[in-house]
């Protein structure tokens, strides 16, 4: 009976030719509708990796691993998110397939690869088609927020502007922007020979993003508030000036509002975070520009419940098929999640999803406690936790 039961699930989850698309689809409405109540929601992208040996499974590489901090065999995929206020959830996903994969034919066939994706896609590219997905099935989102990686990349920037989105996009701290808008020009061709110039250029000198940070003691930066909690509120100071970007040879430059937000770490020292964002000039207050900013925190924390919670690394398959059903499990898993913290907000503020879990293990175990004695651990769980210092801001 046990391998019976072993291989039918080894069946739903590898050959079962139930639709993915049509699961993440249905993740992406059901948490689109948890979240239409609330005032500022956010479309969080950001890349997550899972360790794998061999070289059979889909789309895995030497390449680089974020649980190991170092270049290692594994599976990258993007991810996108829904946030707001200090909730979240998964609901969409693309497997980063590295060209030794796209240039394989007869592998990608093998595992299963669908033709149109076997064509070599950089990780922007595929937040670009998680993103335009999104729009076309009606998830509502205020603004697109992602890290670094995302946010130094002008042409991911200029397709959120042609898609008309609000953005708040980090970017790396050596970030090039200019102060005053950059006055272009085409240099005149020189002799008779060769091409007409057609790269514009500019004389004005662009800064790196840190070197427009104020001094710590200067009365530019401004106390915010980002959220309560039940640890108490989290606070950061905040910094935004108007700057302008440029890719260094077509006839437009961009003007962006640089939003730079400190907190103060555990050590005493401050930790700065830059981002860029296409709201207008005085569209919004400082404060929500940094809120904005500060909600990327919470894609990480969907990789870390996922992982945690709901085995999103812990799977042994190998196919595209089976790869894709798995995320979508674990995203139905983190919906059912994310559902109960809402449904129990003002009894249990500072449920968990280990907290879910734990409940669920404890009811329908052999030894299945009874729920005043579950409720009771629970009690003292978030006793434990509300007298924690309280976070001086997101990472």
């Known amino acids: 009976m046990v391998d019976s039961d072993y291989y039918r699930m080894q069946h739903f989850i590898s050959e079962s030719p139930w639709d993915a698309r049509a699961g993440f689809d249905k993740v992406a409405k059901d948490t689109n509708a948890i979240f239409q109540d609330f005032e500022v929601v956010g479309l969080l992208l950001d890349e997550s990796s899972h360790a794998k040996k061999g070289e059979h499974s889909v789309g895995v590489s030497r390449q680089y691993c974020g649980n190991t901090g170092k270049v290692d065999n594994c599976q990258v995929a ?4 829904l946030s707001a206020e200090k909730y979240y ?3 969409d996903t693309a497997l980063y ?5 796209t240039a394989d034919r007869k592998r990608c066939k093998a595992a299963g690869v669908p033709k149109e994706r076997r064509k070599h896609k950089t990780k922007v590219e595929l937040a670009l088609d998680i993103v335009k997905h999104q729009l076309a099935i009606g998830t ?6 992602a890290d670094g990686l995302y946010g130094n990349s002008y042409w991911f920037r200029q397709q959120l502007d042609e898609l008309e989105l609000l953005y708040v996009l980090e970017v790396h701290k050596d970030q090039f922007v200019y102060t005053t808008p950059p006055v272009l020009y085409l240099p005149e061709k020189q002799g008779e020979r060769g091409r007409t110039p057609s790269r514009y250029k500019t004389e004005h000198k662009s800064v790196e993003v840190q070197a427009l940070c104020p001094p710590r003691g200067s009365n530019k930066w401004k106390h915010i508030r980002l959220r309560k909690t039940g640890k108490g509120d989290l606070v950061c100071t905040g910094y935004v000036q108007t700057v302008y970007t440029w890719d260094g040879e077509s006839a437009d430059w961009s003007e962006h509002q640089l939003i730079i937000r400190a907190t103060k770490t555990k050590n005493g020292n401050w930790d700065y975070k830059y ?3 296409n709201a207008a000039e005085d569209e919004f207050p400082i404060e929500d520009l940094v809120r904005m900013q500060s909600q990327r925190y919470f894609v990480e924390r969907s990789f870390q419940d996922a992982k945690q919670e ?3 690394s812990d799977y042994q398959v190998r196919g595209w098929l089976a790869w894709h059903h798995h995320m979508v499990l674990v995203m139905m898993a983190l919906h059912f999640i994310l559902s109960e913290k809402i449904l129990f907000q003002n009894e249990y503020p500072l449920l968990s999803a280990y907290d879910i879990r734990d409940i669920m293990i404890r009811t329908y175990s052999k030894k299945g ?3 005043p004695s579950i409720l009771e651990q629970i009690r003292k769980r978030h006793q434990q936790r509300s007298q924690e210092k309280p976070n001086k801001g997101p990472s």
Do not use: E, K, R, T
Not at 97 to 101: K, V
């Open 140 to 145: 509502a989102f205020d603004f697109v927020g």
């Open 78 to 81: 993007v991810y996108a998110a």
């Open 97 to 101: 397939m590295p060209q030794s994969w």
């Open 89 to 91: 959830g998964l609901i």
């Open 369 to 371: 406690d009874n729920m």
């Open 275 to 277: 981002a860029l964002s």
């Open 310 to 312: 709901a085995a999103m």
